[in-house]
């Protein structure tokens, strides 16, 4: 439904339009398996609208995918991994250059110790934080004034 935002579906859609269509040309040999190296694995919506590329979706059981090649990086996580959900979608960490030569260098924490240590802890309560306005106690939700009676 256009306009409306839903769940990805990771364009089941279009992938089962692939298994059928691998069925059919593959007749009575039984070779249904979608392979990227043949072209049968289809594309997702949100692959073909990145301009970057940045979106890789594949068969992980094949190790010449791109995807199982990516997935095989250092730099591969997922979100909330402790909790044991083990999610369909993994993401690659950002490389940062640590040249202080070039001209995008920005010297940032690379650990949670190294950032409490620089800037203090941010999950710690201070005086004057989020929220706190210019210290004086918030009114109650009560109305006076104008309209007040």
């Known amino acids: 439904m256009r306009g409306v935002m839903e769940k990805c579906s990771f364009c089941l859609q279009r992938i089962e339009q692939a ?11 039984g070779d249904i398996k979608l ?4 072209g049968t694995i289809p594309r997702t919506a949100c692959q073909q609208a990145c301009p970057a590329e940045a979106i890789v979706f594949g068969d ?4 010449e995918s791109q995807v199982a090649k ?7 996580y997922t979100v909330l991994e402790f909790l044991l959900t ?9 490389v940062r250059n640590p040249n202080p030569a070039m001209p995008d260098y ?8 190294e950032f409490t240590e620089k ?18 106690p918030r009114a109650s939700g009560k109305t006076t004034g ?4």
Not at 19 to 29: D, H, R, T
Not at 60 to 63: K, L, N, Q, R
Not at 119 to 135: L, M, Q, S, Y
């Open 119 to 136: 800037n203090g802890n941010p999950f710690e309560h201070h005086e004057g934080g989020h929220g706190a306005g210019d210290g004086e």
């Open 70 to 76: 990516l997935k095989a990086q250092d730099r591969d």
């Open 86 to 94: 083990k999610p369909r979608v993994t993401y690659l960490a950002r």
């Open 19 to 29: 298994k059928i269509a691998q069925k059919v040309k593959a007749g009575p040999s």
């Open 146 to 149: 104008k309209g007040a009676r």
């Open 35 to 38: 392979k990227e190296s043949e």
């Open 106 to 113: 920005q010297e940032s924490p690379v650990s949670m110790k």
């Open 60 to 63: 992980v059981s094949d190790p």
